[in-house]
């Protein structure tokens, strides 16, 4: 008994502990495939939120890992915009139009859903609105949802619809190409000559101040931190800013478009970024997790299980038709389309699987590029739902 107390006690109090517990047995978790779909770094997810159930209550503990949660959200942000920016901004020029209307499309649907469940189903609106964000996985939508309803009931919306949000997205991006067959070598290979037309290699002797690239790496985060707090006023007296998950995005793009200024480099090694951008992925999920699995189980006793499927409805709905709405009408390719839609779901964890499953860093572009307009619309849709419903 004196053991249980003292690990308990001593051991499991322990931050880093914890983060790296949870870490270990989510990476197990994730491995588990069940026909060749597997959970990945969104099996983190799930631990992450049966330790939240038992360890959330403990607001030192919770507060540590949000610290982590900011600097893995911010180091997986900053990877995945110095990956996609050399060939960012020729793939938005190209699809500029698709990537706005789709990201566009997306949101509305999902607010078409969730105002439906709110006057059909008779949802409370601030409970609903909360949902939204969390079947998004939209930080910033839950903040207008609360400050549009006013009501602390929106983060336990939010803490309902988050994880399958997550899981929804991650196995959505897994499933299409098993279910349409695709031929991912032949996919792949034709996206990756598409994105490669133009490329112009520079050979210029530059000056890099590390081997490695972390100076341009800290640099991306530090100019990411200042556009983050950016603050742009919106109709109706909502407020729009990038945030910590687009500033450092943005910064990233920029210096990776760009690589260098005058004859200093930019560069950074791409070993770096993949391992910091899986290392920040997983802090992240860890720190959304515990936080989102306090009082989960006291939640649905209180709302019942119909809100799952409810959120679940939300996160499903917008992914569907923003598939058909790309690839039948906006004839996107599917690495396309599928790295829109994890930019239209603002699905950060989504777009890890999809780098992996679709075997290239490329479809961060897609990704990239949808990210900020439909950061924009759920921010607009969650203040207009939970002010006029």
């Keep these: 008994m004196f053991l249980v107390n003292w690990f308990q006690e001593s051991v499991m109090g322990e931050t880093l502990m914890v983060l790296f517990l949870v870490a270990f047995i989510g990476y197990l978790v994730g491995?588990?495939?069940?026909?060749?779909?597997?959970?990945?770094?969104?099996?983190?997810?799930?631990?992450?939120?049966?330790?939240?159930?038992?360890?959330?209550?403990d607001e030192s503990l919770v507060e540590g890992l949000g610290m982590f949660q900011d600097l893995g959200l911010i180091c997986f942000v900053t990877s995945v915009?110095?990956?996609?920016?050399?060939?960012?901004?020729?793939?938005?020029?190209?699809?500029?139009?698709?990537?706005?209307?789709?990201?566009?499309?997306?949101?509305a649907i999902g607010a078409l859903v969730t105002s439906g469940i709110i006057t059909i189903a008779g949802v409370p609106t601030d409970i609903t609105v909360g949902m939204m964000s969390g079947a998004l996985t939209s930080t910033p939508g839950l903040a207008a949802a609360l400050d549009a309803t006013g009501s602390a009931n929106a983060s336990i919306g939010?803490?309902?619809?988050?994880?399958?949000?997550?899981?929804?997205?991650?196995?959505?991006?897994?499933?299409?190409?098993?279910?349409?067959?695709?031929?991912?070598?032949?996919?792949?290979?034709?996206?990756?000559?598409?994105?490669?037309?133009?490329?112009?290699?520079?050979?210029?002797?530059?000056?890099?101040?590390?081997?490695?690239?972390?100076?341009?790496?800290?640099?991306?985060?530090?100019?990411?931190?200042?556009?983050?707090?950016?603050?742009?006023?919106?109709?109706?007296?909502?407020?729009?800013?990038?945030?910590?998950?687009?500033?450092p995005l943005i910064a990233g793009l920029i210096l990776g478009h760009f690589g260098h200024a005058g004859k200093i480099s930019f560069h950074v090694?791409?070993?770096?970024?993949?391992?910091?951008?899986?290392?920040?992925?997983?802090?992240?999920?860890?720190?959304?997790?515990?936080?989102?699995?306090?009082?989960?189980?006291?939640?649905l006793k209180e709302h019942g299980l119909i809100l799952f499927v409810y959120g679940a409805l939300i996160t499903l709905i917008p992914m569907i038709v923003g598939y058909f709405v790309a690839t039948k009408l906006m004839k996107l390719s599917l690495f396309n389309t599928l790295g829109s839609i994890c930019g239209g779901m603002t699905s950060t964890p989504a777009l890890g699987t999809l780098i992996r499953v679709t075997g290239t860093d490329d479809v961060a572009s897609a990704y990239a590029a949808t990210y900020p307009v439909a950061l924009v619309f759920v921010v607009l849709a969650c203040q207009f739902i939970g002010i006029f419903l």
Excluded: W
Aim: hydrophobic share 55%; net charge neutral; with cysteine.
């Design 31 to 57: 491995s588990i495939t069940i026909k060749g779909v597997e959970l990945g770094t969104a099996g983190v997810l799930l631990v992450a939120l049966v330790f939240g159930h038992f360890l959330g209550h």
């Design 81 to 107: 915009g110095f990956i996609a920016g050399p060939k960012f901004f020729r793939n938005f020029k190209i699809n500029a139009k698709s990537y706005i209307l789709l990201g566009f499309i997306i949101i």
């Design 158 to 247: 939010y803490g309902i619809a988050y994880p399958f949000g997550v899981v929804g997205v991650v196995l959505f991006v897994q499933l299409m190409p098993k279910i349409l067959h695709t031929d991912m070598d032949a996919e792949r290979a034709k996206f990756e000559a598409a994105q490669n037309v133009g490329d112009v290699a520079k050979k210029d002797k530059l000056f890099h101040v590390d081997p490695m690239g972390f100076f341009p790496y800290a640099l991306a985060i530090a100019l990411g931190i200042v556009l983050a707090k950016i603050v742009i006023p919106l109709p109706g007296g909502a407020q729009f800013s990038l945030g910590t998950s687009g500033g």
């Design 269 to 299: 090694e791409k070993s770096v970024l993949e391992c910091l951008r899986e290392f920040g992925l997983a802090l992240f999920l860890i720190g959304a997790g515990v936080e989102a699995g306090a009082g989960f189980i006291e939640i």
